[in-house]
């Protein structure tokens, strides 16, 4: 049986080419998530308490210019749940934070990975568009065995303006709903 090494070169040299350009193309993606204008974090007590209270926003502008939060929008898988407009009118500072409050919205509803999650009772931590890193929160978690974190996606729609510019720019971006639980021993 004989081997024709050309094409054994040709299929390694294609497999290696089509390798680096997925590997491109999840970092270019990472890096386009990283790289959002805005980041923002929802947190409500109702998410942990059966309370009525309402939910807060903050978000920081990575920019260096003045940035007005038109709109969020959660965009929901649409046969299982309408998508959410969350409308706003914030101003916020260059490298600066700014935060709002509103009525309670429903964000958990549309959702196979938060229905999961919520009947195996974990609570709802925060939703933003970020990673979670414990240490930002400052949890120190030095039994892993006793506490955990776990994280469903969603896309959402994100709307600013620039105020000097009245240049409106859109994205659309995974949002990150941010679970916890402890577990007794």
């Given at each position: ?28 993606a990472a890096e386009l998530q ?12 109702a998410w942990g308490a059966p ?19 038109d709109s969020i929008e959660f ?111």
């Open positions: 049986m004989s081997t024709n090494y050309a094409s054994v070169r040709f299929y390694k040299q294609a497999i290696a080419l089509a390798s680096i350009s997925l590997l491109s193309s999840i970092g270019t990283e790289e959002t204008d805005i980041k923002f974090a929802f947190y409500s007590s309370t009525d209270d309402g939910m807060r926003l903050i978000v920081y502008n990575q920019t260096r210019e003045n940035l007005r939060l965009l929901k898988d649409e046969q299982t749940a309408d998508p959410i407009l969350i409308e706003t009118n914030l101003d916020i500072p260059p490298l600066g934070y700014a935060e709002e409050e509103f009525e309670y919205i429903e964000l958990l509803e549309g959702d196979e990975c938060i229905d999961r999650t919520l009947e195996e009772n974990w609570r709802l931590a925060e939703v933003s568009n970020y990673t979670l890193n414990p240490s930002v929160r400052n949890l120190i978690i030095e039994d892993t065995d006793s506490f955990r974190i776990y994280q469903c996606i969603e896309n959402v729609r994100t709307t600013w303006t620039a105020t000097n510019t009245n240049i409106q720019s859109e994205t659309i971006e995974w949002v990150l709903f941010h679970f916890e639980t402890r577990r007794d021993n």
